[in-house]
């Protein structure tokens, strides 16, 4: 079961930490609950950030967060350092951002966001802070990296593509975005049972991609039900 807080957790359970990883503040909780068996699955570039954090603000740092507020991993990225990580998610808030004059800025990202979007508020914020630093490597995840560059080689010969994933999944709804960016309909889907065959109407090439957390058997089977419609060639890239 899910569960969004540790006290809904029985006595001498076990316990996964989510590959969004969890703040600081929850892995103490856990620490002093003693009587749980624990699974640690955050993703490794996430803890990545996790320590870039601490790293930062330890070094006095103003540190800014790119993401996506309310995301689970932003959240737990930005309880590594309560209080002192300033959230953008849009240019807007980067010029919105209020820092003391000569303040030593630091930025980091989430790691499930789109590069190109990620790359202009990078540059939004090198124009107002010229002493800008940046994490040692990406902290966008190869997975989600490989996802977008392989779409936009996928999109130019689809009439309509669709993205298996969960609407609460952020590198799932990046894929969309980035899409429809490069001019091609797109819609995101949890199943195969989610899809329109109002969209497929003119389509004549229908692309197929999934966020990186879906399961292949998903992909498989939204294939299937578009080869009950008829003839269909299917032909991986």
């Known amino acids: 079961m899910f569960v969004q807080e540790l006290d809904e957790v029985p006595p001498r359970a076990c316990v996964v930490l989510a590959a969004h990883g969890v703040s600081a503040a929850v892995r103490d909780e856990v620490s002093q609950r003693g009587d749980l068996l624990v699974i640690d699955a955050t993703c490794p570039l996430v803890s990545k950030v996790h320590k870039e954090v601490v790293r930062f603000t330890s070094q006095d740092y103003s540190v800014v967060l790119i993401g996506h507020a309310n995301h689970e991993e932003v959240v737990g990225t930005m309880g ?12 807007e808030d980067v010029d919105a951002l209020e820092l003391e004059p000569g303040a030593r800025v630091a930025y980091l990202t989430q790691t499930t966001l789109a590069t190109d979007e990620t790359a202009s508020i990078v540059s939004a914020l090198r124009s107002r802070f010229s002493h800008l630093t940046g ?3 990406e902290d966008i995840c190869y997975a989600t990296q490989n996802r977008q560059d392989a779409l936009r080689a996928l999109v130019e010969h689809c009439d309509l593509l669709l993205v298996i994933g969960s609407s609460n999944s952020s590198n799932s709804n990046r894929l969309v975005e980035v899409a429809r960016r490069e001019g091609c309909r797109a819609e995101l889907v949890e199943d195969e049972t989610a899809i329109n065959l109002g ?39």
């Open 80 to 91: 590594e350092a309560p209080g002192k990580i300033h959230l953008v998610e849009s240019l």
């Open 199 to 237: 969209w497929l109407e003119d389509a004549g090439v229908v692309g197929i991609t999934a966020g990186a957390s879906a399961p292949e058997s998903l992909v498989q089977r939204a294939v299937s039900t578009l080869q009950l419609l008829g003839p269909v060639k299917v032909r991986e890239v």
């Open 135 to 137: 994490p040692p490597g």
